[in-house]
């Protein structure tokens, strides 16, 4: 909050720190809340329009939900970066990239939940020395193949078992074509992660705590951003939309897929929401569901702000594509 | 300076998903079966920021220990190093050196301060009946109870998916709100939640009988009633409604879990 002189990341500050007589974070924080307090008088009066407290329900509901997953992704992150030593991820992956991107797609499997916990530890899993593929195939299958999604998915098509195995291989091949794109074409100076809080010379304890109040207050903050703007699509996107393009076999597929990056369900709950969508096929039903977990609105911005802008411009859009295809290709062998 | 305020923003996270858990306004919003994962959430933030105060205050009282040094000068570089990088890459929303952190305040005062209702009429009128087949085509028989108490889905599930027949010529009472169709149609209904509300969907049943003359749209009832074998088109999506032919109307207060799952 403070405006310091701009520095590059490892230099140290050499210019004597200006402590005294500024306004800190802190006093803003303290004005902000005593404006809080004030404004609780009036401001549930002020808001009276149906569509703005709707939308302001959808908008803490999506933060609401997430932040379990937040907190565990932040949590496993953190221990990530001060408990496991880089060693051990040299040992754990195969050594040569084209293989430890499938394998790292595949270890998708063990994280519980949605996507919102999968960033923060991706990141980590970047700094910590695993090739930036495998770490990339890993943020995009575990919110996808993992036991909780495929169980409800199962239970949302009870009819249709397809389905399931659908959404695993579909969502693995992307994961894994994705990782194996960024080896081919995927350039370092894209991947700017922000420069976090230096973790050298603090105890195990301190980093922990360090990295955790880092990764919770970041991935929040661009949870709050995407929850917000995928809360206004969804209030205002009217249902007959849908129903125009729901006929036609390509824009179906295309329809749904972008249905699935703006409405920003939790990858838990988005099989219900693609089970109602009955005037869709079933390739792409699929679409939303593989897309869905693997790039929208609130996962573009946690995105942006864990890697940088320069590589979520690139990377959602690359990713959206490559999931279209793959859902089109495992639809056509399925039904 | 910062760390402090990133930890007292954490503490008023955690403690807002502490406070609407154990209030019982976090049904608004998520499905019920999330409330123990909502209060473990919030009592990890409420310990991350409470042992990081503890920590930058123990620092603040022994500037001179060098430990503590190496840690002041490493928070102060990645503080002054994020600030460079929101610069050169923009992705920052807003004023350069602007902390993320700080959005975080948003949804905790909106919840604090507005505590927006639950999904209802306004969402339900836009969207069509989004009723699920079972798994199993065997329906239980209803439990005891005259009128029995079922959910709104229950009672749509088994009109439409078992014709009706679990339900026979029982008397039955189910809640929701009203909305009204085309052609002077009411409509009982109710938010169906997987996950959170952004995936709520209605479900609709269509009101046959005698009902109050000042039925006013958007009010919850609880209706009485039997299973009438005819269904009705969704006026949104064109699925089957299902009716029940009232005999009974009574006004009741939004319930604290407004959403069937």
């Not at chain 2, 994020?82 to 919840?111: E, I, K, N, T, Y």
Request: aromatic letters at 6%; proline letters at 7%.
């Amino acid at each position: 909050m403070t405006l310091t002189d701009r520095q590059r990341p490892g230099e140290v500050a050499a210019a004597p720190r200006r402590r005294p007589r500024r306004i800190g974070s802190i006093e803003v924080l303290a004005v902000l809340l005593i404006l809080a307090v004030v404004a609780r008088t009036w401001l549930p009066r002020a808001v009276r329009s149906p569509r703005l407290l709707e939308w302001m329900t959808v908008f803490v509901s999506i933060v609401v939900q997430a932040m379990p997953f937040v907190v565990l992704g932040t949590v496993l992150s953190a221990t990530i970066t001060a408990f496991v030593p880089p060693s051990f991820f040299a040992r754990a992956l195969p050594r040569r990239p084209v293989l430890a991107v499938p394998v790292a797609g595949v270890a998708g499997v063990v994280l519980p939940g949605c996507e919102c916990g999968s960033v923060p530890i991706a990141g980590a899993l970047v700094r910590r020395g695993v090739t930036p593929a495998a770490a990339l195939a890993f943020l995009l299958s575990a919110p996808a193949i993992n036991p909780v999604v495929l169980a409800s998915t199962a239970v949302a098509f009870p009819g249709e078992p397809g389905m399931v195995v659908g959404r695993l291989v579909a969502s693995l091949a992307t994961a894994v074509a994705m990782g194996w794109l960024w080896l081919r074409w995927g350039r370092d100076e894209w991947l700017r992660p922000p420069a976090r809080p230096d973790l050298e010379g603090l105890s195990r304890w301190g980093a922990f705590l360090t990295a955790c109040r880092h990764d919770a207050t970041q991935a929040g903050g661009f949870l709050v951003v995407g929850a917000a703007t995928a809360a206004i699509l969804n209030v205002l996107v009217p249902p007959r939309w849908l129903d125009t393009v729901a006929g036609h076999p390509v824009g179906s597929v295309l329809a749904l897929a972008v249905l699935a990056v703006v409405l920003t369900l939790c990858s838990e709950a988005d099989a219900f929401v693609a089970a109602s969508l009955t005037q869709f096929s079933l390739t792409a039903r699929l679409a939303f569901l593989v897309v869905g977990p693997m790039v929208d609105l609130k996962l573009f911005a946690m995105q942006a702000g864990a890697f940088g802008r320069r590589f979520a411009v690139r990377f959602a859009p690359a990713t959206v594509a490559v999931g279209v295809a793959m859902s089109v290709a495992v639809g056509a062998l399925l039904w | 300076v910062r760390r402090e305020a990133q930890s007292l923003v954490l503490l008023l996270v955690g403690g807002t998903l502490i406070k609407i858990a154990m209030a019982g306004t976090y049904a608004r919003y998520v499905k019920v079966g999330l409330r123990p994962y909502l209060l473990a959430a919030g009592a990890v933030l409420a310990l991350v920021a409470v042992a990081s105060l503890a920590q930058a205050l123990r620092a603040h009282l022994r500037p001179a220990a060098a430990g503590n040094a190496g840690d002041d000068r490493g928070a102060g570089q990645g503080h002054e190093a994020h600030h460079d990088h929101d610069h050169d890459d923009g992705h920052g929303h807003g004023q350069r050196g602007l902390d993320v952190a700080w959005l975080l305040l948003v949804p905790v005062l909106a919840l604090l301060l507005v505590a927006p209702p639950p999904l209802g009429p306004s969402a339900a009128a836009r969207s069509g009946t989004a009723l699920t087949a079972p798994a199993s085509s065997d329906f239980t028989p209803l439990p005891d109870g005259d009128p029995v108490r079922v959910s709104l889905v229950d009672y749509a599930t088994r009109a439409v998916y078992d014709k009706g027949r679990s339900l026979a010529d029982r008397r039955v009472a189910v809640s929701g709100f009203v909305l009204a169709g085309e052609g002077g149609q009411w409509y009982l209904a109710r938010m169906v939640v997987a996950c959170c509300a952004a995936d709520a969907r209605p479900v609709k049943v269509a009101l046959a009988g005698d009902l109050p003359a000042d039925l006013q749209p958007g009010g919850w009832f609880e209706v009485t009633g039997r299973y009438l074998g005819r269904t009705a088109k969704d006026e949104v999506n064109a699925e089957a409604v299902p009716c029940l032919r009232v005999e009974a109307v009574r006004p009741i207060a939004t319930p604290a879990q407004p959403y069937e799952s």
